[in-house]
């Protein structure tokens, strides 16, 4: 918690949804943002609802800039920051999450909603060198190794912070080989992280995606939809929510994926099976599809 310039104070509530798994959750987090911003108090919440009413008697004239990081939940904005009349005037209050319907079912208007995009080549590159590369690192990775490093993390943070920690002080074969493993499975951090906004589907959801990842990556939006229709699936808004969950974009009339994402998507149906592709619910490998064909398996 900080105090900042004309008494507004800040407090950055990491990883919401971590903190809050289950609905009794939320009032330990009620008590946990009162006795931050008023600072050397403690309180004891009941529950929720009383929990709600406390916030706005005792913030309610409490400048604040209160950070949300990580939320997944309506509850959670509802317990915590249910409207910005509950804090003070001037007060500004920061969500992060991966689900843009979220925010529009709390009543933010899209002009105040920020769709943070990946990074560009010349940033990631930048951030790369910074951290892959200390100062007492004199190890010289030739300059391809690195633009297959930047190639798969695609300006996506999290992989170049994971990939600068793994690859840091290693040597050109040890690049080498962990470049090679990466592009046939994906990291383990790096996946579970991916994998929590796909842990949140409903199953037709997570039938959609998968056969996207696999299958429809840069294919017509239109031609998605008449194939998953076909198989009864409720593709318009299914398709909407992976979007609304940032898992896909649609461009130009095509649905997208992040490259890293799609590896997650894959890697989900590989574990369906490792050793027998026959028992995997998709194929999209030629040399698989043969072998399953013939019955060399």
């Not at 074969?173 to 592009?183: G, M, P, T």
Request: aromatic share 10%.
């Amino acid at each position: 918690m900080l105090f900042l310039e004309n008494l507004r104070v800040l407090f950055f509530f990491a990883n919401v949804r971590e903190a809050s798994k289950d609905s009794k959750d939320l009032v330990p987090l009620q008590e946990k943002l009162l006795s931050k911003i008023l600072w050397g108090k403690t309180f004891t919440v009941f529950n929720v609802d009383g929990g709600i009413n406390l916030i706005q008697y005792r913030l309610c004239h409490k400048k604040v800039l209160l950070v949300l990081d990580d939320v997944n939940d309506i509850k959670q904005l509802n317990a915590l920051a249910g409207d910005c009349e509950w804090f003070g005037r001037g007060s500004r209050i920061i969500i992060t999450t991966r689900d843009n319907h979220l925010l529009t079912s709390h009543g933010i208007d899209k002009d105040q909603i920020y769709e943070v995009k990946i990074l560009e080549h010349c940033e990631a590159f930048e951030l790369f060198n910074k951290h892959a590369f200390l100062r007492s690192n004199k190890i010289a990775i030739r300059r391809d190794l690195v633009d297959s490093a930047l190639e798969y993390a695609n300006g996506l943070p999290l992989a170049l912070e994971v990939l600068c920690y793994f690859l840091c002080g290693r040597r050109e074969h040890e690049w080498r080989s962990a470049l090679n493993k990466l592009a046939k499975s994906p990291d383990k951090t790096i996946n579970d992280v991916l994998k929590l906004s796909y842990d949140a589907l409903e199953d037709y959801q997570k039938e959609i995606f998968l056969d996207i990842a696999c299958f429809f990556k840069g294919q017509y939006t239109k031609d998605i939809r008449k194939v998953l229709d076909s198989c009864d699936f409720d593709t318009t808004i299914g398709v909407q929510v992976l979007v609304e969950k940032s898992l896909i974009t649609e461009e130009y009339g095509k649905l997208q994926m992040h490259d890293l994402i799609q590896l997650m998507g894959m890697n989900i149906v590989k574990q369906e099976c490792r050793d027998d592709p026959r028992r995997c619910s998709r194929l999209w490998l030629c040399d698989d599809v043969r072998d399953v064909l013939l019955g060399d398996m």
